[in-house]
């Protein structure tokens, strides 16, 4: 067991029930307090702890790190690179000073005043700088659902689908942090009924419910990464609403693949989970079959058990869960999907960001994405508040959330939230 996992672990530090951020998640993030520039920082239930500052004061002096300017960087790249020997020992060394029983910090009123900050107190920022950005597609019941609306249900999957982690490179510049609020896009559609395309805003603004995963090691060009070691370059996990418009994607995507209808904002969490923190939820995967090729054969648990929300939430009303998935559910692996991602010989940089792909459930009820729960706006969505959705209105919130829980440990990520605003004249 990692011992800083330990379910038993209490923290002098309060944590309100039900907090995703216990002692055992210890989790990493950029935020900005008032009058400061960004800077690293961890978080256990409702408060923030600047890292600079417990740098400063040497409490990471006995893990001998070469460079401790890491601590005061506006994104955590640097950080992460000095790889998970070091990483998981500052995790450790975390957990430790937020013990009960540690009185290093909990004693010392000065610098508590200082590190110690309330999370309604600081700016969450970006918390990587992202330099490549893959979406895969790697939920078979939404793979499944897409391919029965736009062709029909004995073809939906692609003769490539169970053979490979299908997926693309997206741009990275219009990844944005939670909070960040995204005007509907212009672009190129054609309706069903026209002969020819027409140019306005998008009519149907979706959401993405998916998971991204952030890399923490560098490989050069030609160089591979296994199924088995993949996990030694992923250094953790936060949520992704990686929004889209559903009319200028159907039109353009022939033969190139998504572009306009995909680039124009993508949301994240600002909290990075470590995947060490998730370890004692993991699960196996769907059973995949025909078997797929060696280098994306895997051995043990690869999935994790996540319980995945999305809500909507109308300008001044209240919000509506219309969305209840689980991370278990997808097919594809982030083990494989690196594996994949390298296996020609590409490499890979610390901060790059790889999101899963939308992540359906079994269930319409755990769909994820307005296009299969309003399936292609057939079947409206009804709010708390009477109106309904077939995909989103100007104005509206969305809302995801996600945690992992077991024997009395809540392991959550937050919320990552972006509200639709008109399209720009």
């Given at each position: ?46 408060t923030v702890i600047d890292l600079s500052i417990l740098s400063d004061n040497g409490f990471f002096d006995e893990l001998e790190i070469d460079n401790y300017g890491v601590f005061y960087a506006p994104v955590l790249n640097d950080f992460i690179a000095l790889g998970k020997p070091i990483t998981n020992a500052v995790r450790q060394r975390l957990s430790d000073l937020f ?287 009477g109106s309904e959705r077939k995909f989103m209105n100007d104005n509206d919130t969305i809302i995801m959330r996600g945690h992992s829980e077991k024997e009395g440990v809540r392991i959550g990520f937050g919320e990552v ?9």
């Amino acid at each position: 067991m990692i011992k800083a996992n330990n379910p038993s672990l209490k923290s002098w530090i309060p944590v309100p029930a039900n907090s995703d951020f216990p002692i055992q998640n210890i989790p990493f993030g950029i935020v900005k307090p008032k009058g400061k520039a960004p800077r690293p920082a961890t978080r256990v239930g409702d408060t923030v702890i600047d890292l600079s500052i417990l740098s400063d004061n040497g409490f990471f002096d006995e893990l001998e790190i070469d460079n401790y300017g890491v601590f005061y960087a506006p994104v955590l790249n640097d950080f992460i690179a000095l790889g998970k020997p070091i990483t998981n020992a500052v995790r450790q060394r975390l957990s430790d000073l937020f013990n009960t029983d540690n009185q290093e910090l909990q004693t010392n009123k000065e610098v508590r005043k200082l590190a110690l900050l309330s999370v309604d107190d600081v700016e969450m920022m970006m918390p990587v700088e992202v330099g490549d950005y893959t979406d895969f597609y790697s939920s078979i019941e939404h793979a499944t659902n897409i391919g029965t609306m736009i062709r029909d249900p004995e073809n939906a999957l692609a003769p490539n689908w169970k053979h490979l982690p299908v997926g693309y490179h997206g741009r990275a510049s219009s990844i944005v942090v939670s909070g960040t609020n995204i005007h509907r896009p212009k672009g190129q559609m054609k309706p069903a009924a026209a002969n020819e395309p027409v140019f306005g805003p998008s009519r149907l603004f979706d959401f993405e419910l998916e998971m991204a995963f952030i890399t923490g090691k560098q490989t050069d060009l030609g160089e591979s990464v296994s199924t088995e070691n993949a996990e030694e370059y992923i250094f953790g996990l936060a949520l992704f609403n990686d929004l889209s418009a559903r009319d200028i994607q159907t039109w353009e995507y022939a033969p190139l693949g998504p572009f306009l209808g995909k680039n124009f904002g993508s949301v994240v969490s600002p909290w990075i989970v470590t995947i060490e923190a998730l370890e004692r939820f993991r699960v196996a995967g769907p059973v995949q079959k025909p078997k797929v090729l060696p280098y994306l054969q895997y051995n043990g648990k690869r999935n994790f058990n996540i319980q995945l929300e999305v809500l909507i939430q109308p300008e001044g009303g209240e919000e509506t869960s219309v969305c209840n998935s689980n991370y278990k559910y997808l097919y594809w692996n982030i083990d494989q999907h690196l594996a994949h991602q390298t296996v020609n010989g590409c490499n890979i940089n610390v901060g790059d960001m790889y999101a899963s792909g939308t992540i359906s459930g079994p269930t319409p009820d755990s769909y994820g994405s307005m296009m299969e729960l309003s399936w292609r706006g057939t079947k409206p969505i009804q709010l708390n508040d009477g109106s309904e959705r077939k995909f989103m209105n100007d104005n509206d919130t969305i809302i995801m959330r996600g945690h992992s829980e077991k024997e009395g440990v809540r392991i959550g990520f937050g919320e990552v939230v972006t509200k639709v605003l008109p399209a720009t004249e």
